[in-house]
Structures are given as structure tokens and as C-alpha cells.
């Protein structure tokens, strides 16, 4: 197991800059949420981008290894993502994934708000999409995934994410919410330093059912932190 930490890592001056001190005391108003949002974001970006090599590899080999905990259904089809930026590599785990008969997919942007997962397979060609994204055809079937692995900048122990600010996967996950429900499982995939004690959820943020981290499966039970 990489030498990563994994506590949850609390808020430093940025967080508290960002929060009155009566912020635990009642709801939030949006200003705040916002900034508290945008402070967490980039504590939790920086200690990832820290990460050294070594414990980057050895973090994908462990998503690979953690497969079996996530008790998936025999040829369900997997919504998974080909990192950007510095976020842990799910490649090698959606190789695995296909050998042991699971249907694959990939994020794809139609327009400026709106995400669809496509059918995808490892070795078939990727097109250079928005914000960095490796995107199947626009022929490839657009499919609705019964597991999504989520990337994220952030997570808590309650099932509260933080992506890069635009909305995508939660817009996407609620349309497949509203679609099929209850939707599909959402499992996020991060490194253990990712975790922030608390993130303030708003009423469009969809919460993860788990997070797979190089430490393991984290079930999360919507409990506040002890």
C-alpha cells in the first residue's frame, strides 16, 4: 500500500478565512458555501498534486485490487474516465474490468452542460475532448451505466463531493437518477488525501454511495464525522 495518509484532512487558512465564525452554528448562506467550496477544492488539490510518483502507480495498482469489494453485478456496465490533470489513473483498473466481462464506458460532453456516457472498450480509439477529456466516437452508443466511478477533487465521510466546479456529474447522475431509479451506484475514485472532514452540500450535489481510495472501500453511512 502506497505511503499515503488517511485522515481526513481539515480546512487550514484558506477554509478559515473563508468561514464566519457562526459558520457551524446554522445553515450557510450561498456566498459562503461557495467559498468554503472553492478553499477545500484547493487545499484537497494541492496535497494530491504532492503525491509523488511512486505513490501514484502504486495507488492504481490498489484500485485494481479493490474490485472485488465494490460487489458488482456479472456484466454490468461501468461508467468509468481516463484521468485529467493529476487525478488517480483508473486505466489499469478498467482493464481488468473488460477481461472479467464488464461493459465499459467513457464522459462525454455534448454541449456546455450536458454529460452522456458512451460505450467504450479498452483499445478502441478516444477523440481529444473538452477540458482535456479522451472521448469515444460520436457514433458509440450512449448508454445509461448501472456503476459510474466518479473522479473528484474532494470527498467526506457523509458521501459529499466536490468536482471542478461544473456541475457535470451531478447533472448527469440526476438525469440518470430521474430515468431509471433509484440511478446508478456512485463510487468515487480518489487518493486517501482527498478526504476533507467536511464539505457543505447544496441541493443539486449528488452524494457518492462509496469511494475507493488506495486504502480501501469507504461505505459511506451519511453520518456526520465523530
Same mark, same amino acid.
Given at each position: 500500500m502506497p505511503d499515503i495518509p488517511a485522515n481526513p484532512m481539515p480546512a487550514t487558512a484558506a477554509f478559515e478565512a473563508a468561514a464566519p465564525a457562526a459558520a457551524h452554528s446554522g445553515p450557510l448562506d450561498p456566498t459562503t458555501v461557495r467559498r468554503l467550496k #472553492? %478553499? &477545500? *477544492? #484547493? $487545499? %484537497?488539490? %494541492? *496535497? *494530491? !498534486? !504532492? &503525491?509523488?510518483? $511512486?505513490a501514484r502507480r502504486e495507488a492504481a495498482t490498489a484500485l485494481v485490487a479493490g474490485i472485488d469489494a465494490l460487489d458488482l453485478r456479472p456484466g454490468a456496465r461501468i461508467a468509468t474516465f481516463h484521468p485529467i490533470r493529476d487525478e488517480i489513473d483508473p486505466r489499469p483498473m478498467a482493464m481488468v474490468l473488460h477481461d472479467r466481462g464488464f461493459r465499459l464506458a467513457l464522459p462525454a460532453l455534448i454541449d456546455s452542460a450536458t454529460m452522456v456516457f458512451r460505450a467504450w472498450a479498452p483499445g478502441e480509439a478516444l477523440l481529444p475532448g473538452t477540458f482535456g477529456l479522451s472521448e469515444p466516437s460520436v457514433a458509440a452508443d450512449v448508454v445509461a451505466p448501472d456503476v459510474v466511478l466518479v473522479p473528484l477533487a474532494a470527498f467526506d465521510r457523509r458521501g459529499n463531493r466536490l468536482g471542478y466546479g461544473k456541475g457535470y456529474y451531478d447533472r448527469a447522475l440526476a438525469r440518470l437518477d430521474q430515468a431509471a431509479p433509484p440511478g446508478p451506484r456512485a463510487i468515487g475514485l480518489a487518493f486517501s488525501v482527498q478526504e476533507a472532514v467536511e464539505i457543505p452540500a447544496e441541493s443539486h450535489d449528488r452524494p457518492l454511495d462509496a469511494v475507493l481510495t488506495e486504502a480501501g472501500l469507504r461505505r459511506l453511512d451519511g453520518t456526520l464525522p465523530a
Open positions: #472553492a %478553499a &477545500l *477544492r #484547493a $487545499e %484537497a488539490l %494541492a *496535497r *494530491r !498534486a !504532492a &503525491l509523488t510518483p $511512486e
